[in-house]
């Protein structure tokens, strides 16, 4: 059984690593990143519309969110199920932030005010954009994703037994956190040049690459199902 190392924080990765058995490997939990939240205040005001990208900007948001009165555009259907379940109604859930612009350009032609829940380390595509259209944008930092001490003892331990036989990689900071924890744990070269190396994106395999990964596959597209299709293809 193909042993396969998960780098998620660790409520991700233990929802991976059930999908991981269902399949028949056996996964391996290396949690490189914790999710916390910032406690960071949500202003007492009026917008013309809130906006989030995850699921975990409404899950870390403090009791403030309760005074929102919306409308809410949200990325995704489980930020939409997360604001649900705190009580609050969705205007509209786009698939990805591409489709979330073009919602919020048919919607909002006029410079508007908006409340963005984001986390802390994040891509600026959104606020790019409502900066290109005049619009203004208070930002509130729900969560931050805090990089691991160490790489949890079984992880490094299988590792140095060299008895990783996949990793899978989410994004391109965790990539990059994980192989500095490996390196200070010791991990044998084969790391790099026996194991499979998946990445969720070309943003992540240009990272792995960079470390000098011999074996790096891309994911067909963005999503865990396309990441895990090409860990069976493999």
Not at 36 to 64: C, H, K, M, W
Not at 169 to 193: C, K, W
């Amino acid at each position: 059984m193909r042993r396969v190392l998960v780098t998620r924080a660790r409520e991700d990765a233990l929802r991976t690593a059930e999908e991981l058995r269902r399949r028949g490997f056996a996964p391996l939990i290396a949690p490189v990143l914790e999710i916390v939240a910032t406690g960071a205040p949500i202003p007492a005001e009026n917008f013309d519309a809130i906006l989030a990208t995850s699921a975990r900007a409404i899950r870390y948001a403090g009791e403030g969110l309760a005074a929102l009165r919306g409308p809410f555009f949200v990325v995704g259907a489980k930020t939409a199920q997360a604001l649900a379940a705190r009580g609050a109604r969705v205007e509209a859930s786009a698939p990805d932030v591409a489709a979330l612009t073009e919602l919020l350009l048919s919607r909002f032609a006029a410079p508007s005010h908006f409340l963005y829940l984001a986390g802390r380390d994040r891509k600026d595509e959104l606020e790019s954009f409502l900066r290109s259209r005049g619009h203004a944008a208070t930002i509130v930092e729900t969560y931050e994703a805090r990089a691991a001490d160490a790489l949890g003892e079984e992880a490094a331990a299988a590792l140095a037994a060299e008895e990783v036989d996949a990793a899978l990689h989410y994004s391109a900071r965790s990539a990059s956190i994980f192989f500095a924890l490996a390196d200070a744990a010791g991990a044998p070269e084969t790391l790099r040049a026996r194991v499979a190396h998946h990445a969720l994106s070309e943003d992540v395999a240009r990272v792995l690459r960079a470390a000098g990964c011999a074996h790096v596959r891309v994911a067909a597209a963005p999503d865990q199902a396309s990441l895990l299709a090409a860990l069976e293809a493999q």
